[in-house]
């Protein structure tokens, strides 16, 4: 009976492990597991060491708000290797504590190491590969660059596709949906996605809100939208509409919201990957701390930051960084969008281009096979 523990710090990353954990669980019921993740694995039945979701952070800068709980969390793991030592750790994303923290200790037990969802090290990270070729024994990664990137620096991979590919449907017709959500068919809708981590929300929020009243205040009619994501705390929510602002707040029906959306306003991040799915028009806004945004600058080696602009080699979708991201900039491309059907089609067209390299549906069970294969290899080495 092999047991893996999974380790993610933020939301994303702890769905996209609670959903390889429901396929392992399928096709190998005999497996345990145990985790430092978030609620997202303790629903799906995984042994929850400590919700690491809690801390999650953006940088080395912000992350060190939660020290006292990362070294809670890297205490807790070493606990779980001298006590019921796992065959294998799969470290997801969240590379500022899983590449120098838990995949040293991991290695150095004798577990095997995997690293599902790859941190952006082909962006800004690249000195950080000393730790995955020293601790690492496989990346298995969701775009076909980072298969590419993986290759040359020498280190295993295997690209398994996109798990959001087989994900991005809505429940319901978009009638059913408009008439659901309190939405009016005949006005234009405009979606508002700040993000999934509260301080991204914190961050973005009040930003969207400012550009939302510019754009409604030269475009009246104009109605807005914004899918909650489920773990967000709904302070951050609170007294919207208030001031005159014709918004609605849908919580977690995301494919259902954006199948209605004629552009958005988006969060640079996995809410990019969904839009692009649904090939809606968007404008990709982020902020972040001035420290954690010179530290960035400073190393970054790709132009864009958008998932949809990396994919395609080309600006698809435009991009509003830290000072640029201004409410009379995120407004005036916003309704350059909604006031050119020309050039949403062409956007959608180019969405539609970074859906297909995608890779097919069943990103996750491709992931759990690679999984399976590597701890099939552990059990016979013991």
């Not at 042994?47 to 006292?68: K, V, Y």
């Not at 132009?303 to 949809?308: D, E, G, Q, V, Y």
């Not at 996750?364 to 013991?382: D, H």
């Given at each position: 009976m092999s047991h893996l523990c999974f380790v993610a710090g933020d939301p994303s990353g702890d769905a996209h492990a609670a959903n390889l954990v429901s396929t392992l669980k399928r096709l190998d019921p005999s497996l345990r597991f145990s985790a430092l993740g978030g609620p997202r694995l303790r629903d799906a039945g995984v042994?929850?060491?400590?919700?690491?979701?809690?801390?999650?952070?953006?940088?080395?800068?912000?992350?060190?708000?939660?020290?006292?709980r990362f070294l809670q969390a890297r205490a807790r793991f070493q606990e779980l290797l001298e006590r019921d030592r796992p065959d294998a750790v799969i470290l997801v994303d969240f590379g500022d504590f899983n590449l120098p923290v838990i995949a040293p200790l991991a290695k150095r037990s004798g577990c095997k190491v995997l690293y599902y969802i790859s941190p952006q090290l082909w962006a800004w990270g690249r000195f950080r590969l000393r730790w995955v070729r020293r601790f690492v024994d496989r990346m298995i990664v969701l775009f076909p660059f980072e298969e590419a990137f993986y290759q040359a620096a020498g280190v295993p991979v295997t690209w398994v596709g996109h798990p959001l590919v087989e994900h991005a449907r809505p429940s319901v017709p978009p009638d059913q949906a408009s008439q659901e959500l309190g939405l009016n068919p005949w006005r234009t809708t405009v979606g508002l996605l700040p993000g999934s981590r509260p301080q991204e929300i914190a961050r973005h929020l009040p930003l969207f809100l400012q550009a939302a009243r510019l754009v409604a205040w030269d475009m009246p009619g104009v109605q807005f939208l914004i899918p909650k994501a489920p773990q967000a705390p709904p302070a951050l929510f609170a007294g919207l509409g208030r001031d005159g602002l014709d918004i609605i707040v849908c919580e977690d029906r995301v494919y259902d919201c954006l199948q209605l959306m004629d552009a958005a306003l988006v969060v640079s991040g996995t809410a990019t990957i969904d839009a692009a799915l649904c090939e809606v028009p968007m404008v990709v806004v982020y902020?972040?701390?001035?420290?954690?945004?010179?530290?960035?600058?400073?190393?970054?080696?790709?132009?864009?930051?958008?998932?949809?602009n990396l994919i395609a080699k080309t600006p698809v979708v435009p991009e509003?960084?830290?000072?640029?991201?201004?409410?009379?900039?995120?407004?005036?491309?916003?309704?350059?969008?909604?006031?050119?059907?020309?050039?949403?089609?062409?956007?959608?067209?180019g969405l539609r281009t970074v859906r297909e390299s995608l890779g097919p549906p069943g990103a996750?069970?491709?992931?759990?096979?690679?999984?399976?294969?590597?701890?099939?290899?552990?059990?016979?080495?013991?």
């Open positions: 042994e929850l060491l400590q919700d690491l979701t809690q801390s999650a952070a953006i940088g080395p800068f912000d992350a060190a708000r939660h020290l006292g902020r972040t701390s001035w420290p954690t945004y010179l530290a960035a600058k400073a190393v970054v080696r790709v132009k864009s930051i958008a998932m949809a509003l960084i830290q000072h640029r991201a201004t409410p009379k900039r995120i407004a005036r491309e916003l309704m350059a969008l909604l006031r050119s059907d020309e050039r949403r089609q062409a956007m959608r067209a996750v069970a491709r992931a759990a096979g690679v999984v399976l294969k590597e701890i099939s290899g552990t059990s016979r080495a013991a």
